[in-house]
Each structure stands twice: as structure tokens, then as C-alpha cells.
């Protein structure tokens, strides 16, 4: 079993917290946080044991892995430190804040012989997986692209403290992008090289909803993303993450083949991107739309595909029982840091192509994570 501490006790930590301690390969002994009595309060909730500053909890000697749900700008001191520790460790995204820190939080994890995890881990839920099935199985044949697109207009409207979405280090592309990304190298293969466009429409943003309501935040980073991705396989692919769409038709997650085309429905940005379970259609060369005369459309001329899979409701930490199941098995994690760096250097890459002026190469790779067994663990 996996001891366990918590690092972050805000509101994302409650759905790890339940998970976590759901997992028999997991024990969550302990929790910190800035504020003393919030962690207080979340360990009297889930009768967590441990309770004291995250320096104490990254040297306690009854822990054995850090789960590090900080902000952002926080994710690589607590992982560089609970690594030099002795602990391993699992991370909310992003990995890091920037590509060295990303490559100093891994080479201090080689080093130490330590095993480094990375949300997002959706694409292990069942939704996903079932994804990857058909196409280990050929179902559409060998793949030629594929295409994500998700449209919203920020996320001012629901969050009432989203200012981070809008400074340096935010945007679309890094908050959205990772699971679609991520999603994408894990059925097709680690990625060769990007482009990309972006523009930021608005200047300010006005909080729509809690206690600062009426507010106008300001706007610091491109807000309409698009990018183009080849892969190492030949694979091509376009994503598209905005926050400035007010509705679209047209919000899928798509991969194409020689033979048909897999479908996911609507991966809104609130709910879909973070969501392990859902419907995956598909259509081959025999019931496409361009076999018939008049041309079929709607989901009645998709297939469903049969769901054989676990972990269809929110399973965030899934990741981190992975890991947890690596450490006994002596293996890299399937959300691994290296997974994780891969696509933070293609969305980054996205991001820097306009002002470089053309396509860049991506000098990391990674492993194509082995498909998550129906029955595990």
C-alpha cells in the first residue's frame, strides 16, 4: 500500500480525497496546506491523521508519495523537494510552469530512482480506453488524423476567483489542451513536431458570478487558440481551444482512419474535458455518410461502441493508483512526467510558432502508455 500526503487541500482536492480513499492500493495519512485550518477542516472531514505544514508533510518518514494539488506556480518547488525527500510524487497539471522546470523535476526523479505522475489521467477512464481499443483493433483502420475542438467563453462565468486563466501561464491552450493532447498521444503516439495561430480578443474580462462580481480582471495571454500537430507515426492533427466562442456545433474529439472515423460527442469544456466516462460512436466505410444516397446524419448513424471498461465516473487519481500499482511492479507510471512533458512542449510549441514563424520541432518523446486493463488493478 501506498502511504500517501495530501499538499493542497482546495476545492479540486475533495474528489482525490474520495477516490484515494477508495483505492485499497492507496492510504492517505496526511494533509497541509497555506491555510493551517483549512487543512484542519479537510482532515477532520475525511478523518485524515496527519495534519501539519507541507515541509513537515514532504519529510515525513511515514509517507512514501506526495500528491501535489498546489497552484501552478507551486508544482515544481513541491515536487523538486519531495523528490531530494525520497518521495515520489503526483501532480494536478501542469507539470511545470516552463520546459526547464519540467526537466529539472524529472532529472531529479532519475536520479533518485523515484517515479514521477501527471494529471490529466482521464484518458485512462473507460471512455478513452475504449478509444484505444478500436484502434489496437483496427476498427477504423490505420490511422490518418485527427481533430479536437472545444469552445467556450471562459470561465468567468462559473469560477469566481478565474484570474488565473487570463495571466501568463493560462489561456485555453494550457488549460484545456493537456486533456485532448494527452488523449491524443495516448492512442496515437508521441508527437514530431506543431504550428499554431492565437489571438486575444478581449483586453478585460468581467467576473460574472460570487463575491466579485461585476469585477473586470485583465487579459494577458491569446484566448482563440488553434494549432496543427504531426505526429511520429505520419498521423496529422488539428485542436482548436478558445475562450472566446459563445456556442458552436461543432465540439468533438475525432480520429480518422483508412477505414472510418471514431467520434466523441460534445467534450464541452466544463464538464467533458474532465470526464472519464461518456459515449465513443464510430463509423466504418460501410455506414458512412457518403455510402448512402441521400446522405445519413445524426447520432442514429453512428454506432455506439460497447464500454468494457472501469472508471467511467469522475476518477480523478486514477493516475496516482497507477503509479501506486508501477511502484510493485517496478515500472513507469502511465501518466507519467515524461507523458506529461511531451505535451507540454507541444502546446507550448503551439503557442511560441506564431512569433517564430513556422513549424517546431519537438525535441522530447515519450511512451505510448500501455493500454489500462478492464479489471485493473
Partial sequence: MLRVGLIGCGRISDIYIQNCQSYNELQLVGCASL??????????????????????????????????????????????????????????????????????????????????????????????????????????????????????????????????????????????????????VSVLGPISRVCGLSRKTFSERMIETGHRSGEMIPVEVDTHTMGMIEFESGVIGSITMSFDIWDSETPRFEIYGEEGTLCIPDPDPVHGANQFGGEVWYRTRENSRWAYQPRVTGKDSWTVAENCHGYNDNSRGLGLLDLAVAVKEKRQPRASGELAYHVSEALTGILEAPARGGYIDIASTCQRPEPLPQQFP
Fill in 35 to 184: 491555510d493551517m485550518a483549512e487543512s484542519r477542516e479537510k482532515a477532520r472531514q475525511y478523518d485524515i491523521g496527519i495534519v501539519c505544514s507541507a515541509d513537515e508533510l514532504i519529510s515525513h518518514p511515514d509517507i512514501d508519495c506526495i500528491l501535489n494539488l498546489t497552484v501552478p506556480s507551486a508544482h515544481t518547488d513541491i515536487a523538486l523537494a519531495a523528490l531530494e525527500s525520497g518521495k515520489h510524487v503526483f501532480s494536478e497539471k501542469p507539470f511545470a510552469t516552463d520546459l526547464a522546470q519540467g526537466r529539472a523535476v524529472l532529472k531529479r526523479a532519475l536520479d533518485n530512482q523515484l517515479l514521477v505522475g501527471n494529471a490529466p489521467d482521464t484518458f485512462l477512464g473507460g471512455r478513452w480506453q475504449t478509444c484505444r481499443a478500436l484502434i489496437d483493433s483496427g476498427v477504423i483502420g490505420m490511422p490518418t488524423g485527427v481533430a479536437a475542438f472545444v469552445g467556450t467563453h471562459g470561465v468567468e462565468r462559473h469560477n469566481p476567483n478565474p484570474d488565473f486563466y487570463y495571466l501568463e501561464g493560462g489561456g485555453p491552450m494550457l488549460d484545456l489542451g493537456p486533456y485532448y493532447v494527452t488523449a491524443m
